[in-house]
């Protein structure tokens, strides 16, 4: 089973500032490596797949990097709404996984 | 607008046996691949099971395999799991996933005594 370890768990900001968080995978899922944001009573929403590509309608403010084993998600200039968690999740291999999550908080 | 409708969750005692639904509405059914995912409280998610567009390929994580069935009926728009012999640990939220670019609400999964 390949783990995805996020970092840091917990990252406190204020609106405005530069949000990085990391995912790493116990082993290489190539570019199948996809980024979800969570708020509280709703369901995940993708906002990057396949690494770096934005899924439809999701703000420039939000860019995916990396390949291979090490991945990041920034946002570039948070904005109110944007608090929340975050999860990465690879379809490179079964049993599909996803990370234990970063909470973005104020 | 693509929508995805859970229904069927539930309280359901151990070794129990519930089926969930998924309609999906908005746009062509037949053609997409669709997922299982279950969130339990407090937890991230975990992928559950597959199935692809024509029902020829289905997948399990290993802490269903043998107890869960997924199904779908094309001309009905709709995606289902049959959940046997459920568990404490199988307690969650389940989301249909569509292709993962689309999710549901999800329904609520609650095993105890």
């Known amino acids: 089973e390949i783990v995805l370890t996020q970092s840091p768990a917990t990252l406190s900001l204020s609106p405005g500032e530069r949000a990085t968080l990391s995912c790493r995978a116990s082993?290489?899922?190539?570019?199948?490596l996809d980024w979800y944001q969570q708020k509280p009573g709703q369901a995940p929403r993708r906002l990057i797949y396949d690494a770096s590509k934005r899924a439809t309608g999701v703000p420039a403010r939000f860019s995916g990097s990396g390949s291979g084993t090490d991945f990041t998600l920034t946002i570039s200039s948070l904005e109110p709404e944007d608090f929340a968690v975050y999860y990465c999740?690879?379809?490179?291999?079964?049993?599909?996984?996803f990370g234990g999550g970063s909470k973005v908080e104020i | 607008e693509v929508q995805l409708v859970e229904s069927g969750g539930g309280l359901v005692q151990p070794g129990g046996s519930l089926r969930i639904s998924c309609g999906a509405s908005g746009f062509s059914f037949s053609p997409y691949s669709f997922n299982w995912v279950r969130q339990a409280p407090g937890k991230g998610p975990e992928w559950v099971s597959y199935i692809s567009y024509g029902s020829v390929t289905m997948w399990y994580a290993d802490s269903v395999k043998g107890r869960f069935i997924i199904s779908r009926d094309n001309d009905q728009n709709s995606l289902y799991l049959q959940m046997n012999s459920l568990r404490d640990e199988d307690t969650g939220v389940y989301y249909c996933?569509?292709?993962?670019?689309?999710w549901g609400l999800g329904t609520l999964v609650t095993v105890s005594s």
């Open positions: 999740h690879q379809r490179s291999a079964r049993p599909l996984t």
């Open positions: 996933v569509r292709d993962w670019d689309s």
């Open positions: 082993q290489s899922v190539g570019y199948y």
